[in-house]
């Protein structure tokens, strides 16, 4: 395989770990809320959904190792606990999220049943596939993906072309920091902490005659073209969300709003094949996510079989409590835990990215204890206390925006490099 063939290749395995079913829902009711502002929203989406991941790909290329290894430099005992609040974050929101999307765009169109059956039938299944371990999954992955993908360029192209580009009012209030915060629920950048070092170790393998140098050179073209073509998917279906606004109420939900997008765009025969589609592809991921947490888990407990179970029963139990909610709940339920997770977890993917005179030790525990304190007025203002912090938030930057963390966090980057390199 030559090399360019083996980029394109790489780059393709790296779309399809980030384009999940749940990330579709989100950029359309963004662009049908932005208006004439909706490239700036797209471009804050991408930011947190498309570069955040794609730079924690490349800092697994430069650790080749674990979850765990992208904090262990604050303290083991910190990168354990962190790593425990990820996989607890994945297993009991993102998981349950596809059971919801499967059954608001796949069964509640076409069948009048209630979504606990959609739940219980769902995540008994996947406990079937996850204590079996299917190969099947891996296979059907890699032809769900394509499929989604051609189906999306056409719903996108078919809009572009049968639409003006009359834009309406803007209706969101920060269209760049807003677009920032909704890309938090697409769960990437947690998503390429989790499991891309699965996907590096696997290209390592593929490619282990290439010195470490050109695999890096190979992960990192790689990761660029991938985060491209997510750039342009997300673009293209928040403008698409732009254009028709018109066609829709205004109090659509995310899963309303891209099934009437794909009727629209490709008819009834489209919109049922999009929702198949992304049902696969929701199964795949909620799979995906059951295992990831049971491996996790058992490897914690020296290998133990039945540690592996019963995470994989209690993932299970969780998908169904929380899969039967409608996907706005579950999102809404999610955003308090982004707000401090993932904040922490953008500074960690950061940190481990710069150059090693810039990474030491004392700069991961510096830039994280403020991130932490930091994050702490925006988790507060997301549990419904916003009123009780307004006059705090005044005197930090930013933090009127939930990212109150930035400048803190980027600051103290600064000082600590600026102290150690004099000493």
């Known amino acids: 395989m030559n090399q360019t063939k083996k980029i394109v290749v790489t780059a393709f395995a790296l779309f399809s770990l980030f384009f999940g079913a749940g990330n579709l829902i989100l950029p359309p009711l963004l662009g049908f809320t932005s208006g004439s502002v909706w490239w700036l929203v797209a471009f804050g989406f991408c930011v947190s959904a498309v570069l955040i991941p794609i730079l924690g790909i490349l800092a697994h290329a430069k650790l080749q190792g674990t979850i765990f290894d992208f904090g262990k430099k604050v303290s083991p005992t910190f990168s354990l606990i962190y790593s425990f609040i990820i996989y607890a974050i994945s297993i009991s929101l993102p998981s349950p999220r596809t059971a919801s999307v499967t059954h608001e765009m796949a069964i509640a169109p076409f069948f009048d049943s209630p979504s606990w059956i959609t739940s219980i039938i769902y995540f008994s299944l996947v406990f079937v596939f996850v204590i079996n371990r299917s190969k099947i999954l891996n296979i059907v992955g890699k032809l769900l993906t394509p499929a989604i993908i051609i189906i999306l360029l056409l719903l996108i192209s078919n809009i572009l072309f049968s639409f003006p580009f009359d834009f309406s009012t803007m209706r969101i209030p ?250």
């Open 174 to 423: 920060s269209p760049f920091t807003d677009g920032i915060l909704e890309g938090y629920q697409t769960f990437d950048a947690i998503g390429a902490v989790v499991v891309g070092g699965v996907i590096i170790i696997s290209i390592n393998i593929e490619n282990k005659q290439a010195s470490y140098a050109d695999k890096k050179a190979l992960i990192r073209r790689a990761g660029w073209l991938a985060g491209l073509g997510l750039f342009l998917i997300y673009a293209g279906l928040i403008l698409s969300g732009t254009l028709v606004v018109g066609a829709f109420d205004s109090d659509i939900s995310r899963t309303a709003l891209l099934s009437g997008m794909a009727t629209l765009s490709l008819g009834s025969i489209g919109n049922l094949c999009l929702s198949i589609l992304v049902s696969l592809a929701c199964f795949t991921t909620a799979v995906g996510i059951v295992t990831g947490t049971s491996d996790f888990v058992r490897a914690q407990f020296k290998g133990s079989n039945m540690a592996y179970m019963l995470t994989a029963i209690l993932g299970c139990i969780l998908g169904v409590v929380m899969g039967q909610f409608n996907v706005a709940y579950i999102i809404a339920v999610a955003l308090p835990a982004l707000m401090f997770i993932y904040p922490i977890t953008i500074v960690l993917i950061l940190l481990n990215v710069v150059p090693e005179k810039y990474g030491s030790s004392t700069v991961f525990k510096a830039v994280v204890i403020a991130t932490v304190v930091f994050s702490i007025p925006d988790f507060l203002g997301s549990i419904g206390y916003a009123e009780t912090i307004a006059g705090l938030q005044s005197y930090i930057p930013l933090s009127a925006f939930s990212l109150g963390w930035v400048v803190p966090a980027f600051s103290v980057f600064c000082i600590v490099n600026l102290v150690s390199n004099k000493n």
